[in-house]
């Protein structure tokens, strides 16, 4: 990251998201309270409300922390310790030109994610008054850019996430059958990842966003981003899909998983097929060198060989890490997006047909220094 500063001419970072304090300080914020000052040269700094102090302190790298009291009667008034602690920085290290968050339209929830904290226009406003002498420079890009190529720390961290998220697909692959519902495969999959994720390779703070499309109706229109699970009960040959995000200590995994209820028909296993063949085919092409679009075609390709051409309506991946979805990479027809080693993407061929239902695997794949990793490797069943 200093180097790509360096490269723009940044003295320092102001970050605020959690998402981007996590990645260059090693703490998830509880909420979008923290912030972190990060440096071209010499030391980062992060200031923390003191309630925090405990789950902060073991999880951060070298940052200088500096805790406020928050919350409490009597406590000072945050937007004036936040400005002190800006002001103070800015004219210690003599800054000139400062990055900031000021495009992030997508946002990775904190751990409290019931009430999110967001940079806003009144932010980069209350930056220049802390920092008069200094030129704001929107950073986004810089930041997302730099968050594509994850470090072997970073990939350790997302091994751990995936495996998690293991459990809550085997929660799946066990419980359907027909009779049940949607919302109850919903609730059997966040409860048992936060039940054995939390203290799982040393994971302190877990949590699981699943949504379950049931039937042909459901999963047939099931390339869309967010599905709604209802009280529909699975009745015999019906699909039931899982897409499930999983954040643990602020790195995140993204999985699906599909399966029938009862007997499956002829139809439906070969869709199955199709779509597991697609994405393996994916996963293979992968590596340093490889265009999103190229490996958007290894997959895209086996499904319109099999005749499924038009049932596959979306992209074949997209990146994540920091976040459920992230800007860089994307694994699409048009994508001209490079794959570089430590770059992490989503491998999701789908095939989605109103008679059959919706079928959608999908996988979170590492660049290597020489092909892919599949991060959490688990079975697929139909």
């Known amino acids: 990251m200093r180097k790509a500063m360096e490269a723009v001419r940044l003295d320092a970072l102001i970050l605020r998201l959690p998402e981007n304090v996590v990645l260059l300080s090693g703490f998830w914020p509880m909420i979008g309270a923290s912030t972190l000052v990060f440096p071209r040269d010499g030391k980062a700094s992060i200031l923390i409300p003191g309630c925090w102090e405990r789950e902060a302190s073991p999880s951060i790298w070298e940052a200088e922390p500096q805790f406020f009291e928050f919350g409490l009667l009597g406590a000072p008034d945050p937007a004036g310790v936040l400005h002190d602690f800006l002001s103070s920085s800015a004219r210690k290290g003599q800054w000139k030109r400062i990055g900031y968050e000021g495009s992030f339209t997508a946002l990775a929830p904190s751990w409290q994610s019931g009430e999110i904290l967001i940079p806003a226009e009144s932010t980069k406003a209350f930056y220049e008054t802390a920092c008069p002498d200094s030129e704001l420079v929107d950073a986004t890009s810089l930041i997302h850019t730099e968050r594509s190529r994850k470090t072997a720390f970073e990939a350790a961290k997302l091994r751990v996430t995936a495996e998690i998220s293991c459990i809550g697909l085997e929660v799946f692959q066990g419980m359907v059958e027909p009779g049940i519902r949607g919302i109850d495969l919903v609730a059997a999959v966040e409860g048992e990842i936060m039940r054995k994720g939390i203290g799982y390779q040393g994971a302190q703070r877990v949590r699981a966003y699943a949504q379950v499309a049931t039937g042909s109706q459901e999963t047939g229109i099931a390339y869309r981003m967010h599905e709604i699970s209802t009280t529909r009960p699975l009745q015999d040959g019906d699909v039931a899909m899982l897409e499930l ?73 997209h990146g994540l890490g920091f976040a459920y979805h992230e800007s860089l990479v994307r694994l699409s027809p048009t994508s001209k997006d490079v794959l570089e080693e430590g770059m992490l993407t989503s491998v999701e061929p789908g095939i989605y047909l109103p008679g059959p239902g919706g079928f959608r695997i999908e996988e979170d794949v590492l660049v290597t220094q020489d092909g892919s990793e599949v991060l959490g490797p688990f079975r697929k069943e139909l």
């Open 245 to 317: 995000g999983v954040v643990a200590d602020g790195y995140w995994a993204d999985r699906t998983r599909v399966r029938v209820a009862g007997t499956a028909s002829d139809e439906q296993a070969k869709i199955f097929a199709t779509v597991a063949a697609g994405q393996q085919a994916a996963i293979d092409l992968i590596r340093p060198g490889v265009t999103g679009a190229q490996a958007d075609e290894a997959a895209r390709s086996v499904i319109r060989d099999a005749g499924y051409g038009d049932a596959f309506p979306h992209t074949t991946g």
